[in-house]
T-cell receptor, first 112, second 114 residues
Framework: SQQGEEDPQALSIQEGENATMNCSYK?????LQWYRQNSGRGLVHLIL?????REKHSGRLRVTLDTSKKSSSLLITASRAADTASYFC????????????FGKGTKLSVIP | DTGVSQDPRHKITKRGQNVTFRCDPI?????LYWYRQTLGQGPEFLTY????????KSRLLSDRFSAERPKGSFSTLEIQRTEQGDSAMYLC????????????FGQGTRLTVV
């Protein structure tokens, strides 16, 4: 089953614009992670935010976490064509579980 | 650090045949995961090893699937009597022990069953 659900499923923007993707999850978490996947390739870890953090930055990425709403958002600022990829949020399924569970992802297209 | 390596990258097989995939994790990682991903979906967890012990298995892992990690190093995933529904990308990932940390993924093995 999918723990996280990303929204929107697809997003198309012009280069230079900001892209925002949202993720909702179901159970309590220790941390939430965002990954990127280029077409037909493996996943690359982008950023991890712990349950006691509300916001985290890494370069052009900004992640927020609202544990009361069980939701997270990923903001990519000043997007580039190279940011075109699918983005997934992932959480561990529960206490004692090492099953990292992914949502269906947001497919981002950045038009040059 | 050579990253997580998977072999082969692509495999085409006839229905009913057996296939085996290999994953070499990052050398100091003791956790290893297998995932399956179909088109337009996120990766789905199959199984997890800590060192050589297989600690979690998804209900998606039918009796036709078996995974091993001898000596806690590389891992193999075997699918017996393949079916068309097994066509997917099979992803391997590894991570450090010590809490729920980020996973490092290989490039995947794309299986096509014809």
């Amino acid at each position: 089953s999918q723990q996280g659900e990303e929204d929107p499923q697809a997003l198309s923007i012009q280069e230079g614009e900001n892209a925002t993707m949202n993720c909702s999850y179901k159970t309590s978490i220790n941390n939430l992670q965002w990954y990127r996947q280029n077409s037909g390739r493996g996943l690359v870890h982008l950023i991890l935010i712990r349950s006691n953090e509300r916001e985290k930055h890494s370069g052009r990425l900004r992640v927020t976490l609202d544990t009361s709403k069980k939701s997270s958002s990923l903001l990519i600022t000043a997007s580039r064509a190279a940011d075109t990829a699918s983005y997934f949020c992932a959480t561990y399924s529960g206490a004692g579980s090492y099953q990292l569970t992914f949502g269906k992802g947001t497919k981002l297209s950045v038009i040059p | 650090d050579t990253g997580v390596s998977q072999d082969p990258r692509h495999k085409i097989t006839k229905r009913g045949q057996n296939v085996t995939f290999r994953c070499d994790p990052i050398s100091e990682h003791n956790r290893l995961y297998w995932y399956r991903q179909t088109l337009g979906q996120g990766p789905e967890f199959l199984t997890y090893f800590q060192n050589e012990a297989q600690l979690e298995k998804s209900r998606l892992l039918s009796d036709r699937f078996s995974a091993e990690r001898p000596k806690g190093s590389f891992s193999t995933l075997e699918i017996q009597r393949t079916e068309q529904g097994d066509s997917a990308m099979y992803l391997c990932a590894s991570s450090y022990r010590g809490g729920n940390t980020e996973a490092f993924f290989g490039q995947g093995t794309r299986l096509t069953v014809v």
